[in-house]
T-cell receptor, first 111, second 115 residues
């Protein structure tokens, strides 16, 4: 699938453990951040977002943390499942809705 | 709702051939865009449109044309395919409303190989 061909950093995690995926962004003026999940052969799917006036946001089994001081974003996945195996991208939104994507991280869940 | 639909899913072209990648969305989104995805790079914006009749260039527009005659459709045309255009192409859309940010909705991509 496309994700294998992208030559990405890989995080291997045991099923049931928590996963943490990190992302460094570049623009201090970015005011909105998004995490996407891309499964093999599919397009990116929205997971969770966070605005710059927040430092934490929780969804179903996922939490996004934002540290504006060091321009760092992380995605935590609780109780990782085989269906969580995918490539995860962060994206920052700045200016007039300009979007910049990170290169992505491959997550492999070991049953 | 089908969301964002891209056709074809796979395509092989010879250098110099032209073709159109199709994208349609049924969410009444004003904003539509085309990205390409290559190994070692994040998604890169080719062209985008904020509404019917309006298009603009993204980060890597050379070699591609777009048009937006309807809200639903945003085709991407390769005028004379080159091996450097071998990539996976994604179409994405979102509401245009600037009063809030909203995430892009992506299609499932077209894998293009130019030989």
């Amino acid at each position: 699938g496309e994700s294998v061909g992208l030559h990405l950093p890989t995080l291997s995690v045991q099923e049931g453990d928590n996963s943490i995926i990190n992302c460094a962004y570049s623009n201090s003026a970015s005011d909105y951040f998004i995490w996407y999940k891309q499964e093999s052969g599919k397009g990116p799917q929205f997971i969770i977002d966070i605005r710059s006036n927040m430092d934490k946001r929780q969804g179903q089994r996922v939490t996004v943390l934002l540290n504006k001081t060091v321009k760092h974003l992380s995605l935590q996945i609780a109780a990782t499942q085989p269906g969580d195996s995918a490539v995860y991208f962060c994206a920052e939104v700045y200016g007039n809705n300009r979007l910049a994507f990170g290169k992505g991280n491959q997550v492999v869940v070991i049953p | 709702n089908a969301g964002v639909t891209q056709t074809p899913k796979f395509q092989v072209l010879k250098t110099g051939q032209s073709m159109t990648l199709q994208c349609a969305q049924d969410m009444n989104h004003e904003y539509m865009s085309w990205y390409r995805q290559d190994p070692g790079m994040g998604l890169r914006l080719i062209h985008y449109s904020v509404g019917a009749g309006i298009t603009d260039q993204g980060e890597v527009p050379n070699g591609y044309n777009v048009s937006r005659s309807t809200t639903e459709d945003f085709p991407l045309r390769l005028l004379s395919a080159a091996p450097s255009q071998t990539s996976v192409y994604f179409c994405a859309s979102r509401p245009r409303d600037s009063s809030y940010n909203s995430p892009l909705h992506f299609g499932n991509g077209t894998r293009l190989t130019v030989t």
